[in-house]
Structure formats: structure tokens, C-alpha cells
């Protein structure tokens, strides 16, 4: 019998749109005190509530212990190990959903033409409130997200006075590039962070991509596009302007209020719903739903945990 206070049961979790954006560690020893989490180094422990927890990211030199991980586990939160300054991304764990209805219209519409076409306009229109964008094509909402994008930065290059010239950065080196491109590195690695522990806690797929496609994260991708003009991008032009030291540590403390104040996690929940066709799901999503069932041709689904060479079932 494992020592300390019983797991919690699921429907007794926090809902991922209730919880504490993320949290990033480096240079740490993570273990747990009871039902807390704690992160150990020179300058003394702090305990952390794994359960209103989103993300934990685990960025170089952390040692984190296997009951840590166990509460993680148990908290259904998901853990991400990262590079330095939270840029790469590595690994992830755990789902919070136990029920596959939403994976299961993610993977039907991303197989359809007409309906992963109808979900890719879905999500240019939520960029594009007060135009029409039915009839486009997909090359034709491309062009008009980049025309987007490029008038965004302009508009905040203004706005704090930042030299801006273009998106320019080296994946394998963060210093490489200059500090408003280091620091659109740090908030969007941060906002795809969030999104990724939003997407697996409600049992999708972050590969299943409708616009994005080919990468373990097309769909993560995907949704962080839908905030990427309201967070991340202003986010690192008034880190920049504002002549932070370190532009990665700044960056992802104001990456973190941001989403905190814009409720980015339950926007995130409700457009991934949305997106998916919340009609087809019930509202927990089958979080709760700790059942296996059988898939039949004609029938459906059938209940399992049953013989059926009973010739009386």
C-alpha cells in the first residue's frame, strides 16, 4: 500500500480551464510533501499545488523524484520537459480526459476534406470577427493571415518604439538572435506550452492538425495561432521596450500574467470544443468516464467486460 493521503478521484480534480497557467523550473530538485509538490534549491523550497497546476515545466538541471511524478500523475497534470529559457520542447505526460469523444471528432473531421476544410475557415474566422471568410480558399486565408501578422508586429513595433525588421531565429540558439526576436521565441514557446497541457488534459491529439499539419503539434499549433496576436507578440515588444536583463525569465513571468488575465485556459477549452463540434460531447468531455467499451460494425459500440461467446448475452 503506498504511503500518504489517497489519490483524488477525478471528478474531485480541478478542470483544466480552472487551473494556474503554467509554472517553470530550472536548475531544481522537485519532489512531493503530502499532496503538494516542492522545488528545492540554494535559495531554500517552495511548495507548489500540483491538483490547480496546468503544466509543470521542467527546464535544464531539474532531478524530479518518482513520487512527484506519481502526484502529477494522480493530479492528471501535465508535466513537459523543455530547454533552456522553456524554448524546446522535449517530452509530455499525461492526459486529464479518460473518455475519447473529442479525439474521436478531432480524428473524423481531420479525415474529411469538406469538414477539416469547414474547421480550418472556423478557426481564420475567429481571427477575422467581422469578415466573411466562408467562401475563401485555403491559400486565399493564408495570404490574409499573413497580411494579418505582418500588420501586428508594425502596429506594436510603433507602439513601443522596438526596431523591428523581421522574424528572424535560430531554433538551436537563443542568443543568436536579436531581443525582440528572443523574446517572441520565449512568449510563444510559453503559449504553445499552455495550449499542448490543454489539449492533451482534454484527450486530443496535438498532431492532428487542421491547418497545421506533418508535426507531432499541428493542432497545438493551430489553437496557439488564435491568441498569438492578443498575447505572445505585444507580450515580447513590451518586454523588449521595457529593457529587460534577462529576456527569456521576463518574458515568460509576463506570458503568464497575460494568460492568467486574458482566461486563455478557459478560452482555449471552449474554442477547442467549439472546433470539435461541442454538440457531439458532453460537458466533462468523459473525464470521469473510466469505462472500455467494445467497437461494432453494425451496432455501434457495445458494452465490454462481457464474454460474448455467451449465446444468452
Known amino acids: 500500500m503506498t504511503p500518504g493521503p489517497p489519490p483524488a478521484r477525478v471528478h474531485e480534480l480541478a478542470r483544466v480551464q480552472d487551473r494556474t497557467t503554467f509554472l517553470y523550473l530550472e536548475h ?6 503530502g499532496n503538494a509538490l516542492t522545488a528545492r534549491d540554494e535559495r531554500g ?8 497546476l496546468a503544466a509543470l515545466l521542467l527546464g535544464p538541471g531539474t532531478s524530479v523524484s518518482h513520487q512527484a511524478m506519481v502526484l502529477m500523475a494522480e493530479c492528471a497534470s501535465t508535466v513537459v520537459w523543455v530547454g533552456e529559457r522553456g524554448v524546446r520542447y522535449y517530452a509530455h505526460g499525461r492526459t486529464l480526459a479518460r473518455g475519447t469523444r473529442l479525439l474521436e471528432a478531432q480524428a473524423r ?10 474547421v480550418a475557415r472556423a ?11 466562408a467562401a475563401l480558399t485555403m491559400q486565399q486565408l493564408r495570404g490574409r493571415e499573413g ?6 508586429y508594425r502596429e506594436h513595433a510603433e507602439r513601443t518604439g522596438v526596431r523591428w525588421i523581421r522574424r528572424d531565429y535560430r531554433p538551436d540558439d537563443f542568443d543568436a538572435s536579436d531581443p525582440i526576436n528572443q ?14 497541457a490543454v489539449v492533451v488534459a482534454l484527450g486530443c491529439s496535438p498532431g492532428l492538425g487542421f491547418v497545421h499539419t506533418g508535426h507531432d503539434r499541428s493542432f497545438v499549433y493551430d489553437i496557439a495561432d488564435l491568441y498569438k496576436a492578443e498575447t505572445s507578440i505585444p507580450v ?11 529576456i527569456g525569465s521576463a518574458t515568460r513571468r509576463a506570458m503568464r500574467d497575460t494568460m492568467f488575465g486574458q482566461r486563455v485556459i478557459e478560452r482555449c477549452v471552449s474554442d477547442v470544443r467549439a472546433l470539435l463540434d461541442s454538440d457531439d460531447v458532453a460537458d466533462d468531455d468523459g473525464l470521469g468516464a473510466d469505462v472500455v467499451a467494445l467497437w461494432d460494425g453494425d451496432r455501434g459500440v457495445v458494452v465490454g467486460g462481457h464474454n460474448y461467446e455467451d449465446p444468452d448475452w
Open 28 to 33: 531544481a530538485v522537485v519532489h512531493r510533501d
Open 45 to 52: 523550497t517552495v511548495h507548489i499545488p500540483a491538483a490547480s
Open 109 to 118: 473531421k481531420v479525415s474529411h476534406r469538406g469538414e477539416r476544410l469547414a
Open 123 to 133: 478557426m481564420y474566422a475567429m481571427r477575422f470577427p467581422d469578415e466573411d471568410v
Open 147 to 152: 497580411a494579418r501578422v505582418r500588420r501586428t
Open 183 to 196: 523574446a517572441l521565441s520565449a512568449a510563444h514557446s510559453a503559449l504553445y506550452g499552455l495550449v499542448h
Open 236 to 246: 515580447a515588444f513590451d518586454v523588449v521596450a521595457d529593457q529587460a536583463i534577462d
